[in-house]
T-cell receptor, first 113, second 110 residues
Framework: TQLLEQSPQFLSIQEGENLTVYCNSSSVFSSLQWYRQEPGEGPVLLVTVVTGGEVKKLKRLTFQFGDARKDSSLHITAAQPGDTGLYLC?????????????FGQGTRLTINP | NAGVTQTPKFQVLKTGQSMTLQCAQDMNHEYMSWYRQDPGMGLRLIHYSVGAGITDQGEVPNGYNVSRSTTEDFPLRLLSAAPSQTSVYFCGTSNTGELFFGEGSRLTVL
């Protein structure tokens, strides 16, 4: 059973469209991170959100942490082909008695020119 | 600036063989971890270490051993490889919560 559920798992849209990726859990996290991964490389951190309700913007990307710190969303405005990649959310918290970082399944995003 | 270095990048094993995936970091990070990445499963934590001499199990530890004798190195050992261990393995290190990953090691077990 996945502790963090990401949706959708696959998304293919045209350049210029907007999209939202969701990351949901029944668990509370002390922080939530979003990573982006390109083929043949390791994931790279985009942002960390810590406070419930927090919103962070990174150019055309907007990240939001849910008020209860159980969920998060990533919204991309006017998507570009360069946004193509695998997006992973990761929650940090006390899991089975230890501080751990657990990942969602990932959302594979393809932006078509 | 090497960051996190994983070797080998590719490896093919036969069932029952043993091998070690190497992870070395030059960032003086206390926390090191091993994840495996499978299609549709995201990254799953295998083992992690919060400092030299300390290791602990993650979500999927069975079939894997680790040790942490130095701050810099965190090898992952497969004692008797199985086809179910075919995957891409990532080493991640951290001091502040943000994980820095290596480029991955792609392992195929026949």
């Amino acid at each position: 059973t996945q502790l963090l559920e990401q949706s959708p798992q696959f998304l293919s849209i045209q350049e210029g469209e907007n999209l939202t990726v969701y990351c949901n859990s029944s668990s509370v996290f002390s922080s939530l991170q979003w990573y982006r991964q390109e083929p043949g490389e390791g994931p790279v951190l985009l942002v960390t959100v810590v406070t419930g309700g927090e919103v962070k913007k990174l150019k055309r990307l907007t990240f939001q942490f849910g008020d209860a710190r159980k969920d998060s969303s990533l919204h991309i405005t006017a998507a570009q082909p360069g946004d193509t990649g695998l997006y992973l959310c990761a929650g940090a918290g006390q899991i089975q008695g230890a501080q751990k970082l657990v990942f969602g399944q990932g959302t594979r995003l393809t932006i078509n020119p | 600036n090497a960051g996190v270095t994983q070797t080998p990048k590719f490896q093919v094993l036969k069932t029952g063989q043993s091998m070690t995936l190497q992870c070395a970091q030059d960032m003086n990070h206390e926390y090191m971890s091993w994840y495996r990445q499978d299609p549709g499963m995201g990254l799953r934590l295998i083992h992690y270490s919060v400092g030299a001499g300390i290791t602990d199990q993650g979500e999927v530890p069975n079939g894997y051993n680790v040790s942490r004798s130095t701050t810099e190195d965190f090898p992952l050992r497969l004692l008797s490889a199985a086809p179910s261990q075919t995957s891409v393995y990532f080493c991640g290190t951290s001091n502040t919560g943000e994980l820095f990953f290596g480029e991955g090691s792609r392992l195929t077990v026949l």
